[in-house]
C-alpha cells in the first residue's frame, strides 16, 4: 500500500562501504575510501526508495539534478548511514535533501533532484 507522496517524508538507509563502492586516489594498497560517485548513487538510492514507496505501481522517478559535497572520507567497510528528506514537490520534480554520515560525522551532504515518470514511458 502507498501513502501520500508529500514534503516532510524522510527515510534513512544503513549500508557498508565494499569493494565496488571504493577508489584509491594514491594506488597505494589498503588506502581505498568511498568513491563520490558511489555516495552519490546510494543518496539517489534512497531518494528513490522514498519516492517510489508514495507512488503507484505504474511511476517511478528518474534522477536529473544533483548537487553534492562529499566532506569527509570514509574507508571499506564503514558502516554509513543515508538520509533522505523530501522538501518540495513542484510538478512532477521532487527536491531532496541529502546526507551520508558515518555515525555522526557528515561524509557527505546536498540536494538531488528526482522527476516522477510512468514507467511505460521509459524504453
Ligand atoms: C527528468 C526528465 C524526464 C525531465 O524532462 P523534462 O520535463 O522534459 O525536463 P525539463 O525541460 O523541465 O528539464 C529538466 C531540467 O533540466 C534543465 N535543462 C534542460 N535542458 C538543458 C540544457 N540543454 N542544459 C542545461 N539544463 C537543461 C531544465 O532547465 C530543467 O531544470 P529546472 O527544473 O531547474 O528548470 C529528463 O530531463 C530526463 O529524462 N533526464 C534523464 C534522467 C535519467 O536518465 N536519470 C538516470 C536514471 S534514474
Not at 564503514?78 to 551520508?100: C, N, P, Q, S, W
Request: glycine share 8%; charged share 25%; with cysteine.
Amino acid at each position: 500500500m502507498t501513502s501520500e507522496l508529500t514534503t516532510g517524508l524522510e527515510l534513512r538507509r544503513e549500508w557498508q562501504v565494499g569493494p565496488s563502492h571504493l577508489y584509491n586516489p594514491t594506488d597505494i594498497a589498503g588506502r581505498e575510501v568511498l568513491s563520490s560517485p558511489s555516495m552519490i548513487m546510494e543518496m539517489e538510492t534512497t531518494c528513490a526508495l522514498l519516492a517510489k514507496s508514495s507512488l503507484p505501481g505504474t511511476q517511478t522517478t528518474v534522477g536529473f539534478h544533483v548537487d553534492v559535497k562529499h566532506i569527509a572520507p570514509a574507508k571499506a567497510g564503514a558502516t554509513i548511514t543515508t538520509f533522505a528528506r523530501l522538501d518540495t514537490i513542484d510538478g512532477r520534480k521532487l527536491t531532496f535533501h541529502v546526507e551520508a554520515k558515518e555515525g555522526d560525522r557528515v561524509v557527505g551532504t546536498g540536494r538531488h533532484r528526482r522527476a516522477i515518470v510512468n514507467i511505460d514511458e521509459l524504453r
